[in-house]
């Protein structure tokens, strides 16, 4: 009898010693986002990170701490860096205060699958893992151009005499076409359009509702250029201390959330629709003139990179051009 109970007890400790050694397998990575939870952005990514946690069970869970109202946008990308947080949704315009070349990315024109294929991804993460300390892991949004809203109506693109909100994504275009440049964060926008303080910003063609900002919003210049890069970001010590089958799995679903990147299209034509119900007109050039506008969006971009970082800019701009 006393040998069966002892054998009993040596079962059942076996049995806690291996949930407890299961247990410590898992790892949790907290999550920030640089956007509003409020948001297209942090709307698409909460199923995504449900899925990732219901299937990471005893490997590998986020604990998403939230947006703005948790860390201002700007701080996001140096709380990464440093591993004040493990992961990060944000764009490479709002951390270019650790590494100027993460607004770089605006000017890739070839889809997110092709620049896994190409190459771009891994130049990418040589220079974000020498500079920054981080892990660049995935791109959640294609097919999102950027526009210029306005309260002042022009019949050519010349930002002259308008004050203009800006993030470092198209400062120096803006500058390029003779505007005022203001920067501020996302959440003062209304207000400063509300006051006078701007008559227009840049934004994507997406999340203005989101934000309020159709209501104190007459006009959208088009064509659009650029495109919007939201992406998850990671610090690269959080990222080299997981196991392999972790990071397997953790590549695993970001390609699931890369793979659901059709939807952006579609949004955009919706947004479009929608900014026109709003009563947003849209402000249309000749179609030489649009094409000179968009062509120096991409060549005040490229110039501007290769000011700030002219090696870099050299190996990522045949990798980031259409064929």
């Known amino acids: 009898m006393k040998l069966t109970s002892l054998c009993k007890a040596a079962v059942m400790a076996l049995g806690v010693a291996a949930a ?3 247990a410590a397998q898992e790892t949790t990575l907290r999550l920030v986002s640089a956007f509003a939870e409020n948001g297209i952005y942090v709307q698409r990514l909460q199923p995504w990170i449900n899925k990732f946690n219901a299937e990471g069970k005893g490997v590998l869970q986020i604990n998403f701490i939230g947006g703005p109202k948790a860390m201002p946008p700007f701080e996001v990308g140096n709380a990464v860096k440093t591993g004040v947080v493990d992961m990060a949704l944000s764009t490479g ?13 605006k000017l890739t024109q070839v889809p997110v699958a092709e620049q896994r294929r190409n190459g771009a991804f891994d130049a ?8 920054a300390n981080m892990q660049y892991l995935g791109r959640m949004v294609e097919n999102q151009p950027f526009h210029i809203y306005t309260n002042k109506k022009v019949d050519k693109p010349d930002l002259a005499g308008q004050k203009i909100r800006i993030t470092p994504v198209y400062r120096d275009f803006f ?7 203001i920067t501020t964060a996302p959440g003062e926008v209304y207000t400063a359009l509300e006051r006078g303080v701007v008559d227009g910003y840049g934004w994507p063609i997406g999340g203005i509702f989101d934000l309020k900002w159709d209501e104190k919003t007459k006009y959208r210049i088009d064509p659009g250029f650029y495109d919007a890069e939201v992406s998850l970001i990671m610090n690269l010590p959080a990222y080299n ?16 959330l890369e793979a ?7 949004y955009t034509a919706d947004e479009v ?3 026109q119900k709003a009563g947003i007109e849209t402000i249309k050039f000749d179609p030489a003139t649009s094409k000179a506008f968009h062509d120096k969006a991409y060549q005040v971009g490229w110039a501007s990179a290769e000011k700030q970082s002219p090696e870099i800019a050299r190996r990522f701009k045949p990798l980031f051009a259409p064929k």
């Open 20 to 22: 407890a050694g299961a």
């Open 93 to 105: 315009a709002f951390y270019t205060n650790v590494m100027p070349e993460a607004d770089f990315l």
């Open 273 to 275: 629709a929608r900014q």
């Open 175 to 181: 500058q390029a076409l003779n505007a005022t440049v």
């Open 124 to 131: 990418i993460n040589k220079v974000w893992n020498e500079k």
């Open 260 to 266: 659901e990147n059709g939807f952006w299209a579609k």
């Open 241 to 256: 201390k997981l196991t392999k089958a972790q990071q397997d799995y953790l590549q695993k679903q970001v390609l699931a």
